[in-house]
């Protein structure tokens, strides 16, 4: 299993572009203190003169944000790139999730296949022996047919078990993606530890509080934007009769007027964070109801474990066992033999049945989410 994962984790396409997203969120975090383009300028004035001579002017102009808005900036994409990480920690527990729950269930197909194989080798030996008792008038037409029912039957119960393992190795491999990925291997089914997370740690959870905390410094950005912009500017002027260049400083503040536009800004990014406070007050209790429906259920499926466990196999081998005697012995016709074959087998796939659902509920327990 956990070679699968690492595998998956490496060539899932999916996961790698949620990587490549993350990445790129990461990027953008130079972006913060990016400034407007200085502007070059030249000009030439008749009425800016030296010694009667118009001054050729060159200069060279730059625009600024107040400095808090570039802190605001910075911060707000600094949440934004974790957003990103949480949501790559995301996607790849969604695949963690995937690739378990169809590796468990492919273990558990493996189990009944072979279980059916059995099968399909007895029933063939009592069917091929069940037409030699006819020739020789050892036993009944009914017998006969039912031998060849039976044998027909679990062929097509075997069948079913070989393309279902195969549709899930199928499922798997696409999942992982992995050319050089070797024939899955199905070790015996064995019961899941459940190891529950961490709830205020998940990826979900810690996303919201990343995404209050962007909203946070969003809105603080658009507050502090109605702070003054501020301009530098130098400038050196000559022309061909003096012989030394005057050179000049220009700095500005641009005070902003009209706040209508700016405050209608402030207010939305204040309720896009009191929505998101919202958000993750719905998601932590629908995540609660969820953690508890799944204890529930992981709690009745151990008990119903349990008797398999402690009765259910140890009966169907009992059961196995008396059979094979008594029908050898003469005790039990073919008929009673058959029903208890059924029923013998029917207990252990009963319980590969009942393990793969508990098997599963621990899976959603390890990787919780609403």
């Known amino acids: 299993m956990d070679s699968l994962l690492a595998r998956a984790e490496k060539n899932n396409s999916s996961l790698r572009a949620a990587d490549l997203r993350r990445e790129t969120a990461e990027a953008l975090r130079g972006t913060a203190f ?15 003169l030296a010694n009667g001579v118009p001054l050729d002017v060159i200069g060279i102009r730059q625009r600024f944000e107040f400095p808090t808005v570039y802190t605001a900036k910075r911060n707000a994409l600094r949440y934004e790139a974790a957003m990103a990480n949480n949501s790559y920690e995301s996607e790849k527990r969604d695949l963690y999730l995937q690739i378990s729950s169809l590796y468990n269930s492919y273990v558990i197909a493996r189990e009944k296949l072979r279980i059916y194989r059995q099968l399909d080798t007895l029933y063939s030996r009592f069917a091929r022996a069940a037409d030699r008792r006819f020739e020789l008038g050892a036993t009944n037409y009914l017998e006969k047919v039912t031998a060849r029912s039976k044998q027909q039957q679990i062929r097509l119960e075997l069948q079913a078990a070989r393309t279902r393992a195969s549709k899930l190795e199928s499922e798997i491999r696409l999942q992982v993606q992995d050319d050089s990925l070797p024939p899955l291997e199905a070790p015996p089914p064995m019961e899941l530890v459940a ?17 209050l905390a962007a909203q946070k410094y969003t809105r ?5 934007r109605l702070l003054p912009d501020l301009s530098a500017e130098y400038f050196r002027g000559t022309n061909e009769v003096t012989k030394n260049a005057f050179e000049g400083y220009l700095l500005g503040v641009s005070i902003p007027v009209f706040f209508g ?3 209608s800004r402030i207010r939305a990014a204040r309720l896009a964070e009191s929505a998101i406070i919202e958000d993750q007050k719905a998601y932590s209790l629908g995540l609660d109801t969820r953690q508890e429906q799944l204890q529930e259920q992981l709690q009745q499926e151990r008990q119903a474990l349990s008797y398999y466990k402690e009765e259910g196999n140890q009966l169907a081998t009992a059961i196995m066992e008396a059979a094979e005697a008594g029908f050898h012995n003469g005790e039990i016709d073919f008929f009673r033999y058959i029903e208890s074959l059924e029923n013998s087998y029917g207990i252990r796939l009963d319980y590969l049945d009942q393990l793969e659902s508990y098997n599963q509920s621990i899976l959603n327990i390890n990787f919780i989410k609403y």
Do not use: H
């Open 261 to 263: 536009g700016q405050a």
């Open 34 to 48: 990016t400034l407007d383009k200085a502007e070059l300028f030249y000009s030439r004035d008749q009425n800016n």
């Open 220 to 224: 603080k950005l658009e507050a502090n």
């Open 195 to 211: 190891a529950p997370p961490d709830i205020s740690q998940i990826p979900e959870i810690r996303n919201f509080q990343n995404r």
